[in-house]
């Protein structure tokens, strides 16, 4: 993301600077978020069922009384300090709670991540070759067709199509009771439910910017030198790619953390991601406060990466 | 190719509006039994406690398509009145945040939001949020190109007052790509409404709902695959013909380039 504020401090103060304040405006909307509207934690626990007074006492006593600002720094002055609240359904710490689903989500983000780089490769292979075979065309638009359909519909169709039709996996993806890693064949449908979505993305931001790259001067006329297309994609192809992909990386990177949520739950992948939509579904404050807190850490972490990247204008 | 999904998102929204009224069966009430395969009475065959698949298909479209619409129209009003402010004073306010939205994943701002407000109400507010900044962006400077037009220093030089010549001059004049970004709109909002339905987070009608379908009909995907495919079919269309019909929308309004 170019930011381009006249100032004399360098890009590597300013980035880290901006995706502070950001990470910092973003805890206060998240605590804004799920505090501050009508119906707070009280009434959640209470369920409808307590009177007046034992919610007045219940607020008291979780200090929901206190104006919203002072709530707010005492809760992140105790996440600065490792502590996250406890859950208002179980009371376990969120900490443990959340570490507990943490390695299952970390095996399906990394493998649909995995495969969502080799699908974006292969798509941008796929553009750039297209764009050297037939220069007019603009291309592109199975993919961008493509990043409109609903992630739920790909959900459905691979499941009707690999569990459905063909029996190959089941359509929930449940993990062995004990811990221990899963079973491959249930990380089939929501890797891919998580991928290709992603891949369609990234395709389609960032064919373009390779079909572009080929078409410059410079690349046609080393083509017709004759240079190696190795060196080509080297030299002249990889360093105009490198901030464009890196933005998309960061897309991808909050797809996925998104996308998680609602592919756990819907193939019943007990990650962290399904405990945050059963948190929502429960109003489990301090839950869902640390893990959109968390989500968004890990998409500003990418964005700060993508920022520290020099744009490179061949233009 | 516009004009064919433009007709297609056209025919869709009909039947789906129509719909409820053409249902064949109660859509609520199991008819047949549970997963059973089509057959000549029931077309689509039955769902997970054996309604009738094809009458909660008629039915099931009606409040998605209202929600996404809702939420795509508040976004779009919003980042036009933003959009009109900010390019006919000539503001470049949030120019440099609002490529920093689109790595926003919208569904985690509408999760975090279903804590504290009701599902449908959390599809409007993240998809205003989402979507807003990036029509202002448009808007503001398709504003800014038109203002210097001649008929809008006409206007101006004619006496009359600036609401007026924005509503009346620059409105009209940047109407094609409002249309184009509703369109963009609404396929976001699509996408988070199906998303929260399918988690149950929404107030998905006991008739039906195409995205909560999907959910349910899932662990009967052998037995009758139609009760999951179909409703997913719908949903891919609806989106493919509206995302097609305002991308085609924005080509026409910039000439040839796809802007998001």
């Known amino acids: ?315 | 190719m516009s004009r064919i999904s433009l007709a297609l998102a056209a025919v869709l929204i009909a039947v789906t509006l129509l719909g409820p009224a053409l249902a064949p069966y109660d859509p609520a009430a199991p008819v047949i039994a549970p997963w059973q395969a089509s057959s000549s009475g029931h077309l689509l065959g039955g769902d997970v406690l054996g309604r009738d698949v094809l009458s909660r298909l008629l039915a099931g479209g009606r409040h998605l398509l209202v929600l996404s619409l809702v939420s795509a129209g508040a976004a779009t009003l919003v980042g036009t009145l933003g959009g009109l402010a900010a390019g006919w004073g000539g503001s470049r306010v949030l120019a440099t945040g609002a490529d920093l939205l689109l790595a926003v994943p919208v569904l985690l701002p509408a999760l975090v939001l279903a804590v504290a407000l009701p599902g449908d109400a959390a599809v409007v507010v993240a998809t205003v949020m989402a979507g807003a900044p990036l029509t202002l962006g448009v808007v503001r400077d398709a504003t800014a190109g038109v203002r210097e037009h001649g008929y809008v220093r006409a206007a101006r030089l004619r006496g009359e007052r600036t609401l007026a010549v924005l509503l009346r001059e620059v409105l009209p004049a940047v109407a094609g790509v409002l249309a184009a970004d509703l369109g963009l709109r609404f396929v976001t909002a699509l996408q988070l409404a199906s998303a929260l339905a399918v988690l149950g987070l929404t107030d998905a009608p006991a008739t039906g709902d195409w995205a909560a379908m999907l959910r349910e009909n899932l662990a009967g995907a052998a037995l009758n695959p139609a009760a999951l495919a179909v409703p997913a079919l719908l949903l891919a269309l609806l989106s493919l013909a509206v995302s097609a019909a305002a991308h085609a929308g924005l080509r026409h309004a910039f000439g040839t380039g796809d802007s998001w």
């Open chain 1, 1 to 315: 993301m170019p930011f381009s504020v006249p100032t004399g401090l360098p890009r590597a103060v300013l980035a880290p600077l901006r995706a502070a304040v950001l990470l910092l405006a973003v805890s206060i909307a998240v605590f804004a978020a799920t505090e501050l509207l009508p119906g707070d934690a009280a009434d959640a626990v209470g369920a409808g069922r307590a009177s007046a007074a034992q919610l007045a006492e219940l607020r008291a006593e979780r200090g929901l009384d206190r104006p919203g600002w002072e709530r707010w720094a005492g809760w992140a002055w105790a996440l600065l300090h490792g502590d996250a609240g406890r859950s208002l359904l179980t009371g376990r710490p969120v900490l443990d709670l959340v570490g507990g689903r943490l390695p299952a989500t970390a095996v399906l983000a990394a493998s649909a991540f995995g495969l969502t780089a080799l699908l974006v490769l292969l798509g941008c292979a796929l553009a750039g070759r297209r764009a050297l075979r037939r220069p007019g065309d603009a291309g592109g638009g199975l993919a961008t067709a493509l990043t409109a359909v609903p992630q739920v519909v790909v959900a459905a169709a691979l499941a009707a199509l690999l569990s459905g039709v063909l029996g190959w996996v089941p359509p929930v993806s449940l993990l062995p009771p004990g811990g221990g890693p899963p079973d491959p064949s249930i990380l089939l449908l929501p890797v891919l439910t998580l991928a290709l979505p992603s891949a369609a993305f990234g395709v389609a931001l960032l064919g373009g910017v390779v079909a572009d790259a080929l078409r410059r001067p410079y690349v046609t006329d080393a083509l017709i030198r004759g240079v190696p297309t190795g060196r080509i994609l080297r030299r002249h192809v990889a360093p105009v790619l490198a901030a464009p992909a890196l933005r998309v990386l960061a897309v991808v990177v909050g797809g996925l953390t998104a996308g998680s949520a609602l592919v756990e739950t819907v193939f019943g992948y007990a990650g962290a991601g399904e405990l945050l939509v059963s948190s929502v579904a429960v109003r489990d404050t301090p839950v869902v406060q640390f893990l959109g807190l968390g989500s968004a850490a890990a998409v500003l972490a990418v964005l700060l990466l993508a920022d520290l990247v020099p744009v490179r204008r061949t233009s």
